[in-house]
C-alpha cells in the first residue's frame, strides 16, 4: 500500500508559476510508476506527466517545454514544476502511482494508488 498526499496548488495568473508536491508514505520501498494526472469540470481525467523508475519522464504534448517531473528518492517525493501556465491548466491535479515497468500516460486506470488532489486555477 501506498499513501499519497499532494500539495501546491493555487490560483496564478497566466503565465505563473507552481510547483506541485506529492508525498509518498507506506510501502515507499518498492519502485513505482508515478505521475500527475488532472482533471477539468465536464472532461476526462488526463494524463499530464509520469517517470518511471529510472527517472525517465513522458509528457503530454500540451505542457512538454513547460512542465518538469520529478521525484527525490531521499524525501519520496514527486514534484511538478508547472511554468508559463495557461488557463487550459485550470484542473483538479492528482498524484498516482502504480507498481510495474509499464508507465501509461494516456489512461488512469492502471493506476492503483490516488491522492485526494489539489486545484490549479489559472485566470487569463
Known amino acids: 500500500q501506498v499513501q499519497l498526499v499532494e500539495s501546491g496548488g493555487g490560483s496564478v495568473e497566466s503565465g505563473g508559476s507552481l510547483r506541485l508536491s506529492c508525498a509518498a508514505s507506506g510501502d515507499t520501498y518498492r519502485r513505482f510508476c508515478m505521475g500527475w494526472f488532472r482533471q477539468a469540470p465536464g472532461k476526462e481525467r488526463e494524463g499530464v506527466a509520469v517517470?518511471?523508475?529510472?527517472?525517465?519522464?513522458t509528457y503530454a504534448d500540451s505542457v512538454k517545454g513547460r512542465f518538469t517531473i520529478s521525484w527525490d528518492n531521499a524525501k519520496n517525493t514527486l514534484y511538478l514544476q508547472m511554468n508559463s501556465l495557461k488557463p487550459d491548466d485550470t484542473a483538479m491535479y492528482y498524484c498516482?502511482?502504480?507498481?510495474?515497468?509499464?508507465?501509461?500516460?494516456?489512461?488512469?486506470?492502471?493506476?492503483?494508488?490516488w491522492g485526494q488532489g489539489t486545484q490549479v486555477t489559472v485566470s487569463s
Open positions: 517517470i518511471n523508475r529510472v527517472g525517465s519522464p
Open positions: 498516482a502511482a502504480r507498481s510495474g515497468i509499464y508507465c501509461p500516460l494516456l489512461s488512469a486506470s492502471p493506476y492503483a494508488y
